[in-house]
């Protein structure tokens, strides 16, 4: 079996979708992205494509990730591991249609038979953020999301402590203590007032706060901890086994949040995971992204262990947001009373739609990051 040829397809809202075939006509597809930076991204594993990979055996999966990954004197980072990423996926997806099972059973098989998952809340005011809870858990959610602050000062007042307290409180209050509140500070607040907002919110006792701290000052996060009770995540914005690594070994982190569309791809993300696991770490992988992506993510938390909780970023039921099922034949994901069920359905076990696919690839998809910016001008983290 060789490979033969490969599409891209930068589609609404910033996803990026990988088809690669094979010259006796399975095809595999993964989802290599960095959000806001699709096109270059599309660079990257074009450069891996064609410099490297066509003509290659495609169930080789292994020997190909030492190969991208090796093979270039530069390694690691957002871009070079999203690439890969989602190659391997389309790999993984080409070898489990190859022997007609699914990726989960060619991991080992299943470690639970459903998955639970949490969804995203936003919302501008705190009116808004409750609303947008009561639909989810009415929906049958067992765990939500939210962030916990816009921008803050590096050390803020106290009336900003407290308005970002009792935002959170509001939603823990109006959802009750039998739903897990995930609360996502994305790096935005500083040492001095991580440790104060940890401390706030030992109260509203979230099953995890997220990203405390910038993923470049996880060497801070032990110092963190020890100020508060609340278990930490991280992992959004890590990579690789050796960006995990230094986690593991202080012990300041309860849960890791690696992407299969950032780190490494399911070959790698299991690598991870198999780590934490050796630490007493959960995982619950990052997913805001399109339907490839969780569906992938979707095969390793299946067949995971320390599984917590699988994010996911569109609303299967009802089809609010970017309803990711749209670029599929077929609805592509069971969801029910707050968890996913594994297809039995070779490979990722979805089947994207190439046409649909290739007519929405048209559209203009050319998002970026808003930039903030504080009071005085500074530039503010997102």
Request: charged fraction near 25%.
């Given at each position: 079996m060789q490979i033969t040829d490969y599409e891209l397809f930068e589609v609404p809202p910033r996803w990026l979708f990988l088809r690669i075939e094979t010259?006796?006509?399975?095809v595999g597809w993964g989802e290599p992205i960095v959000e806001g930076r699709a096109k270059t991204v599309k660079t990257a594993v074009t450069e891996v494509m064609d410099g490297y990979l066509l003509g290659k055996d495609p169930q080789r999966i292994q020997d190909?990730?030492?190969?991208?990954?090796?093979?270039?004197?530069?390694?690691g980072g957002p871009v070079l591991m999203s690439a890969m990423a989602g190659i391997d996926q389309a790999l993984w997806d080409i070898k489990g249609?190859?022997?007609d099972a699914p990726v989960y059973e060619l991991l080992g098989g299943k470690a639970r038979d459903k998955v639970r998952v949490y969804q995203w809340i936003g919302g501008d005011r705190p009116e808004d953020l409750i609303a947008e809870a009561e639909k989810l858990v009415n929906a049958g959610y067992t765990a939500i999301k939210m962030d916990a602050t816009e921008r803050t000062a590096h050390i803020d007042t106290p009336a900003a402590i407290d308005t970002i307290v009792e935002r959170i409180s509001g939603v823990r209050k109006e959802i009750g203590d039998e739903v897990d509140l995930c609360v996502d500070f994305r790096g935005r607040v500083a040492k001095p007032m991580a440790k104060q907002l940890?401390?706030?919110l030992?109260?509203?006792?979230?099953?995890f706060v997220e990203e405390p701290l910038l993923p470049e000052h996880s060497d801070q996060l032990a110092n963190v901890a020890t100020h508060s009770t609340v278990p930490i995540a991280t992992g959004e914005r890590m990579y690789s086994r050796w960006d995990f690594k230094p986690l593991f070994e202080d012990g300041a982190v309860d849960v890791i949040q690696p992407n299969v569309s950032h780190a490494g791809g399911i070959s790698e993300v299991r690598r991870i995971a198999s780590m934490a696991e050796a630490y007493n770490v959960a995982v619950a992988p990052n997913c805001p992204l399109g339907p490839i992506a969780l569906a992938a993510s979707l095969q390793v938390s299946t067949a995971t262990p320390n599984l917590l909780v699988q994010d996911q970023g569109f609303d299967i039921e009802s089809g609010r947001r970017n309803n990711g099922s749209n670029y599929l034949a077929g609805s592509g994901f069971e969801f029910e009373d707050g968890y996913l069920i594994p297809t039995d359905q070779p490979g990722l076990g979805i089947t994207p739609d190439r046409d649909t696919i290739a007519a929405r690839a048209q559209d203009d998809t050319d998002w970026h990051n808003p930039i903030w910016r504080h009071p005085d001008g500074s530039v503010a983290e997102w």
């Amino acid at each position: 079996m060789q490979i033969t040829d490969y599409e891209l397809f930068e589609v609404p809202p910033r996803w990026l979708f990988l088809r690669i075939e094979t010259d006796d006509g399975l095809v595999g597809w993964g989802e290599p992205i960095v959000e806001g930076r699709a096109k270059t991204v599309k660079t990257a594993v074009t450069e891996v494509m064609d410099g490297y990979l066509l003509g290659k055996d495609p169930q080789r999966i292994q020997d190909h990730w030492q190969a991208m990954y090796r093979g270039g004197f530069y390694r690691g980072g957002p871009v070079l591991m999203s690439a890969m990423a989602g190659i391997d996926q389309a790999l993984w997806d080409i070898k489990g249609k190859r022997y007609d099972a699914p990726v989960y059973e060619l991991l080992g098989g299943k470690a639970r038979d459903k998955v639970r998952v949490y969804q995203w809340i936003g919302g501008d005011r705190p009116e808004d953020l409750i609303a947008e809870a009561e639909k989810l858990v009415n929906a049958g959610y067992t765990a939500i999301k939210m962030d916990a602050t816009e921008r803050t000062a590096h050390i803020d007042t106290p009336a900003a402590i407290d308005t970002i307290v009792e935002r959170i409180s509001g939603v823990r209050k109006e959802i009750g203590d039998e739903v897990d509140l995930c609360v996502d500070f994305r790096g935005r607040v500083a040492k001095p007032m991580a440790k104060q907002l940890l401390s706030e919110l030992e109260s509203v006792r979230p099953m995890f706060v997220e990203e405390p701290l910038l993923p470049e000052h996880s060497d801070q996060l032990a110092n963190v901890a020890t100020h508060s009770t609340v278990p930490i995540a991280t992992g959004e914005r890590m990579y690789s086994r050796w960006d995990f690594k230094p986690l593991f070994e202080d012990g300041a982190v309860d849960v890791i949040q690696p992407n299969v569309s950032h780190a490494g791809g399911i070959s790698e993300v299991r690598r991870i995971a198999s780590m934490a696991e050796a630490y007493n770490v959960a995982v619950a992988p990052n997913c805001p992204l399109g339907p490839i992506a969780l569906a992938a993510s979707l095969q390793v938390s299946t067949a995971t262990p320390n599984l917590l909780v699988q994010d996911q970023g569109f609303d299967i039921e009802s089809g609010r947001r970017n309803n990711g099922s749209n670029y599929l034949a077929g609805s592509g994901f069971e969801f029910e009373d707050g968890y996913l069920i594994p297809t039995d359905q070779p490979g990722l076990g979805i089947t994207p739609d190439r046409d649909t696919i290739a007519a929405r690839a048209q559209d203009d998809t050319d998002w970026h990051n808003p930039i903030w910016r504080h009071p005085d001008g500074s530039v503010a983290e997102w």
